[in-house]
């Protein structure tokens, strides 16, 4: 189950970046119809990911993977979420952000195919 979660966030950085280039090319984007549920969405992915991250890694430990990384990805996705529609943001902290939790996501991945092998 936890996987599937891991997928799904890194399904919605796809989006991120694609609404992201969308916004930095001069896309306009409608508030109730396409930024809100955009950000619901992300929001909900990032709220079962930590639920599940952090009650997954209490009863099975991954090596590297902690609670707070769990929750703090879950948080980024969600600023993410909300920032990937300004045309103009800090690049820096939107690129550290991404960076931050696609590498959180590839870790965890890899802790669960560690653990599997097992």
Do not use: W
Request: charge should be negative; include cysteine; aromatic fraction near 8%.
């Amino acid at each position: 189950m936890i996987k599937e979660d891991i997928i799904a966030v890194l399904a919605a950085l796809e989006e991120v970046k694609d609404i992201k280039e969308q916004a930095a090319n001069g896309r306009v984007f409608e508030f109730k119809t396409e930024m809100e549920p955009f950000v619901n969405r992300l929001s909900a992915i990032a709220d079962q990911y930590k639920k599940n991250g952090v009650a997954y890694i209490a009863e099975t430990p991954v090596k590297y993977m902690s609670s707070e990384q769990i929750i703090t990805a879950g948080d980024n996705l969600k600023r993410l979420a909300v920032s990937c529609f300004a045309p103009k943001v800090n690049e820096t902290q939107y690129n550290r952000h991404l960076s931050a939790v696609t590498y959180t996501q590839e870790r965890f991945l890899e802790g669960l195919e560690v653990g599997d092998e097992q």
